[in-house]
């Protein structure tokens, strides 16, 4: 059973959503991965965004942790449905709405997306059969969405390829545990 490692929440058992289409993300990487974030001092005051979000662990850690907005996208009906069990879990525990839930596919989700909407830190932890050209269309997408600091995470088999970066991006570590694999990257520098 999955649950939030840390923050005002921390312990917090979390909904899983049920059958084997998601796998979600093992309270090892995840202990791992935000250790890791909050060396970056990328969490708190953030406005995060969960793609492919599953059952909204990443983000509700995140928001946990002291992000201030997060927007967790989940197309699959079950999935929507636990996501926003979690969703409800947090904004309890945190005294407002801080997390959102989104059904949607995510090409949809981004293209619909404001103008000047900006996040500082997104996850991204697609199906394993989600190719890579679909992929590195998703990253050109949400690269027009990510504040000058912006943190990206991308979280796949160990035995895929590195993601296609767009050139508004570039990778700056990634990290392997067992079968994850982690990506992160960030902005380009602007001229």
């Known amino acids: 059973m999955s649950r939030v490692v840390a923050g005002v929440a921390g312990g917090t058992p979390l909904v899983s959503v049920p059958g084997s289409l998601t796998r979600p993300t093992t309270d090892r990487v995840k202990e791992a991965l935000f250790s890791r974030l909050e060396a970056f001092d990328v969490i708190a005051g953030a406005r995060v965004l969960d793609l492919y979000a599953g059952s909204g ?97 991308v979280e796949r088999s160990s035995r895929t390829p590195e993601p296609q970066w767009p050139a508004s991006m570039e990778r700056f570590a990634e990290r392997k545990y067992g079968e994850t694999k982690l990506w992160f990257a960030e902005p380009s520098a602007r001229e």
């Not at 900006?118 to 590195?136: H, T």
């Open 57 to 153: 662990s990443l983000g509700v850690e995140s928001a946990s942790r002291g992000a201030e907005a997060v927007d967790l996208v989940e197309f699959d009906a079950k999935a929507s449905a636990v996501c926003q069990r979690n969703a409800d879990m947090i904004n309890t525990a945190l005294g407002g709405k801080n997390v959102s839930v989104h059904r949607s596919k995510v090409e949809p989700f981004l293209e619909r997306a404001e103008a000047g909407v900006l996040w500082d830190l997104v996850f991204l932890d697609p199906p394993y059969p989600l190719d890579e050209g679909a992929l590195a269309a998703v990253l050109e997408k949400l690269s027009g969405h990510l504040a000058d600091a912006a943190v990206v995470v």
